[in-house]
């Protein structure tokens, strides 16, 4: 890294001590934009990338609910509003015990540049909670949402600020964070939150979205060495919204995925996953891996070790950040792996990410290869505004054309940055220049 990237990554450790994840995303973004620099001193002249490290508000707040015994319960909720030079704050609220301060800043960073990378006119946030909705009644997740969404809503507007799922945030919470937003602001501000039900303002196409997005970047990189995912085999990690549409495109497509996880362990199915199985498992009854195997003759639970060991030509992590080590990244590569695209937000390690692209792997890297999602809440806010709601094949058309522009996007700039198929740099330079564009017009804000 260059010496005025590294003092403001120094900064960025000073200020932010202990937020490793919300470090090793901004490492990785700064790794990429010497060259920028370079080109664009007024960028540095503006103190943009002080001012891009530095989200325009945190909000951090006490979540108190009381769950089926009558005790009280007491959460902390987040929403860290990053940047909005490009348009109101956007990005989803994720519900998981590991989440604390860091784990938001990295992703609401990640999403400034995501954000701008899909072409919409949205700014990049994130929020969510420490709480764990597994295990939890309907009740107790309607009870926690009311209550988070007591203290957020004051912080939301359709011009404002737009929240919408991840992890542990599906339609059901979705559902009941509309509900008390409605409650408490007396307006149907459809515009408000994404990923809404389809009867109720929400958007076909957007439940798939993420998946569906991630298969088709693939696809387009694959194009550029005249493959496809017909007939190969993939191992595609979790099994949660992102992942399971990411099985049903890649079947789509004509792939035999072999394998998926969720955090009790893997599965690997020989004969290619049961996708209407997974989803009853899955989505209907909210069962576990183990659920799948004792449906699925010919299939088996590993409950230790790492699914990256099993052999493929395509692999996409789409369950967590760190999920793809170094060392996954060797068994991957030892078994002739050919493209790894990210679902999941920065599931892939530094280390791991660096041996791929060094060895000729395709690598699609999460801001631009699980776009899809967050682009189609765009869709979501335009069909909200104009009182419209399009049919699933022209949504989906239009989630292809904006997957295809991401893929074009972050090749152009690679190769006008004289680094062909390297989509980690063409992403981050094609994400960061655009908000750092809007941000020298906007002027010291
Ligand atoms: P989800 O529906 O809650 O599913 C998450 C999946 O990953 C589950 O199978 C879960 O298993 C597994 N998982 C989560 N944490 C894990 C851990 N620490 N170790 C092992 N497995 C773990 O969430 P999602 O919406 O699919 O999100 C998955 C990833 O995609 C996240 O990185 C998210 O930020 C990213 N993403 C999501 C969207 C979107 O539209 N939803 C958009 C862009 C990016 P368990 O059920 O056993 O915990």
């Known amino acids: 890294m260059e010496t005025q990237l590294e003092q403001v990554y120094d900064q960025v450790l000073r200020r932010n001590p202990g937020e490793s994840e919300f470090h090793q995303a901004v490492r990785e973004v700064f790794e990429s934009l010497g060259p920028v620099l370079t080109k664009h001193p007024q960028y540095v002249d503006a103190a943009v990338l002080e001012r891009i490290c530095e989200p325009e508000r945190q909000i951090i707040f006490r979540v108190p609910w009381v769950d089926d015994a009558g005790r009280v319960q007491i959460n902390r909720g987040f929403r860290v509003e990053f940047n909005s030079a490009l348009g109101p704050y956007k990005g989803g609220l994720r519900f998981h015990p590991s989440v604390y301060l860091g784990i938001v800043k990295f992703l609401g960073f990640e999403q400034i540049f995501k954000n701008s990378l899909s072409g919409m006119p949205i700014g990049g946030a994130k929020g969510g909670s420490d709480f764990d909705p597994r295990g939890r009644s309907d009740g107790e997740v309607m009870r926690f949402c009311q209550a988070f969404m007591t203290e957020l809503y004051r912080h939301l507007g359709e011009y404002t600020d737009v929240p919408a799922g991840d992890i542990g945030v599906g339609g059901r919470e979705i559902g009941y964070l509309f509900g008390q937003y409605k409650r408490i602001t007396n307006r149907y501000e459809s515009g408000v939150l994404t990923g809404k039900g389809v009867t109720w303002g929400g958007s076909l196409v ?124 060797r068994s991957l590569l030892s078994h002739g792996v050919r493209a790894v695209a990210e679902g999941a937000n920065m599931p892939t390690t530094p280390e ?94």
């Open 206 to 329: 957007r439940t798939e979205a993420t998946g569906y997005g991630t298969v088709m970047f693939t696809e387009r990189m694959l194009g550029t060495r005249n493959e496809s995912f017909d007939g190969q085999r993939v191992v595609i990690s979790g099994s949660g919204n992102v992942a399971i549409f990411a099985v049903e495109k890649a079947q789509q497509l004509g792939a035999r995925v072999v394998a998926f996880s969720d955090s009790s362990g893997y599965v690997v199915d020989e004969a290619g996953v049961d996708l209407d199985l997974l989803k009853a498992v899955k989505l209907d009854e909210r069962g576990r891996a183990k659920d799948y195997v004792a449906r699925r003759p010919g299939s088996r639970l590993v409950e230790d070790g790492s699914i990256w060991d099993i052999p493929c030509d395509i692999a996409l992590p789409c369950a967590t950040q760190n999920e793809l080590t170094v060392d996954d990244a």
């Open 352 to 445: 791991a990410v660096r041996l791929l692209q060094e060895s000729g792997v395709l690598f699609g890297p999460g801001k631009a290869a699980n776009a899809g999602g967050v682009a189609t809440s765009a869709l979501e806010m335009q069909q909200n505004a104009s009182r419209d709601a399009w049919d699933f094949a022209y949504t989906e058309e239009r989630l292809a054309e904006i997957m295809s522009g991401i893929h074009d996007r972050c090749a152009g700039t690679a190769d006008e940055y004289g680094r062909p198929g390297d989509y980690v740099l063409g992403a981050n330079i094609a994400g960061f220049t655009k908000v750092a564009d809007a941000m020298l017009a906007l002027g010291v804000i």
